[in-house]
């Protein structure tokens, strides 16, 4: 008896925790396809046709809900955008009864960014359409964190073995949280660096994770840099001394950037704060694909949002 295929059809997309390695595998796979769409003069697509996608954000986004709302509309699939400042929201309607007045309409799947941690996996306790969690609170960001090992693969060729440092606000960052998951199934080590005031505070080296105190450790002979964004809210909080002494002691700038292996991949989920965690001339050098991660990032929604609700890996010769 033959094994089943991996299938992603039907499946909430809260966490890489909740993915195998194959899963992970069937969209980064999908996703070369999709790339390819984005090229084209003509990208509409019928492969959602018929669908229809919410985008129900409750925080501020530029990247994640531009491309979600790119990639259902690339796909042929009818999408709207609600936001928490034009909608019932300000006028005190319940996370529930958004929900419920959004699942009545009819949709078939909702994107979500909440401020709390769980209210992705809230939202599947309610309603029925599909979820796709694109961020809540520090917990998790799957799509970011799919769209990191997509990028890797792409300029790696592999993803087993590599050495990656990720470096800044590890606390706070579900960024962070989304990759630790994702690169270990992946079978990469992951070397973790910042002020200790924002490393989490149970954090402990476990197989593939490695917890340095300073940055040049983790940094030295990696294959990839991820930095991650310093909310500056942080350092208001009194986490760290001043803007300037961070920059000084853990920002990524071109001599640290020397520590790595000559071929380093720099990646940044973005907005930068350029000169505090990376320096502007780090962020636009050949060793960047911050730009680039923008374009990925189409390209693997379009990759979950048809594996989600159609199944099947989306090959390149069927788009």
């Given at each position: 008896?033959?094994?089943?295929?991996?299938?992603?059809?039907?499946?909430?997309?809260?966490?890489?925790?909740?993915?195998?390695?194959?899963?992970?595998?069937?969209?980064?796979?999908?996703?070369?396809?999709?790339?390819?769409?984005?090229?084209?003069?003509?990208?509409?697509?019928?492969?959602?046709?018929?669908?229809?996608?919410?985008?129900?954000?409750?925080?501020?986004?530029?990247?994640?809900?531009?491309?979600?709302?790119?990639?259902?509309?690339?796909?042929?699939?009818?999408?709207?955008?609600?936001?928490?400042?034009?909608?019932?929201?300000?006028?005190?309607?319940?996370?529930?009864?958004?929900?419920?007045?959004?699942?009545?309409?009819?949709?078939d799947a909702i994107v979500m960014r909440h401020k709390a941690e769980g209210a992705a996996a809230y939202a599947t306790q309610v309603v029925s359409p599909v979820i796709i969690n694109a961020g809540d609170g520090a917990?998790?960001?799957?799509?970011?964190?799919?769209?990191?090992?997509?990028?890797?693969?792409?300029?790696?060729?592999?993803?087993?073995?590599?050495?990656?440092?990720?470096?800044?606000?590890?606390s706070h960052s579900r960024v962070a949280r989304s990759d630790l998951w994702g690169m270990r199934k992946m079978g990469m080590e992951v070397h973790l660096a910042g002020p200790k005031t924002l490393l989490p505070r149970?954090?402990?080296?476990?197989?593939?994770?490695f917890v340095h105190e300073c940055i040049e450790d983790a940094i030295r002979d990696a294959d990839v840099i991820n930095v991650l964004r310093i909310q500056l809210e942080r350092q208001k909080a009194g986490l760290f001394?001043?803007?300037?002494?961070?920059?000084?002691?853990?920002?990524?700038?071109?001599?640290?950037?020397?520590?790595?292996?000559?071929?380093?991949?720099?990646?940044?989920?973005?907005?930068?704060?350029?000169?505090?965690?990376?320096?502007?001339?780090?962020?636009?050098?050949?060793?960047?694909?911050?730009?680039?991660?923008?374009?990925?990032?189409?390209?693997?929604?379009?990759?979950?949002?048809?594996?989600?609700?159609?199944?099947?890996?989306?090959?390149?010769?069927?788009?």
């Open positions: 008896m033959s094994k089943n295929p991996v299938s992603l059809r039907g499946k909430n997309i809260l966490g890489l925790e909740d993915f195998s390695p194959e899963e992970i595998q069937l969209v980064l796979d999908s996703a070369k396809g999709m790339k390819n769409v984005i090229h084209r003069d003509i990208k509409k697509l019928p492969t959602l046709r018929g669908k229809s996608i919410v985008t129900l954000f409750y925080e501020p986004s530029t990247r994640t809900r531009s491309s979600f709302e790119l990639a259902g509309k690339y796909l042929g699939a009818d999408v709207v955008n609600i936001t928490a400042g034009t909608s019932s929201i300000v006028k005190g309607e319940s996370l529930r009864d958004t929900l419920l007045t959004v699942e009545a309409m009819g949709v917990h998790a960001h799957p799509s970011q964190g799919l769209l990191d090992l997509f990028i890797i693969l792409q300029y790696k060729n592999t993803l087993q073995g590599l050495k990656v440092a990720i470096i800044g606000d590890i149970f954090l402990k080296e476990e197989p593939g994770i001394p001043s803007m300037r002494e961070y920059a000084r002691i853990f920002g990524l700038n071109e001599e640290r950037l020397k520590l790595a292996k000559e071929d380093v991949l720099v990646l940044h989920p973005g907005p930068m704060n350029k000169g505090l965690e990376i320096s502007p001339r780090v962020a636009y050098s050949s060793h960047s694909a911050i730009q680039e991660q923008v374009q990925n990032g189409v390209a693997v929604r379009m990759a979950l949002l048809a594996l989600a609700l159609m199944g099947g890996k989306q090959n390149e010769a069927d788009l």
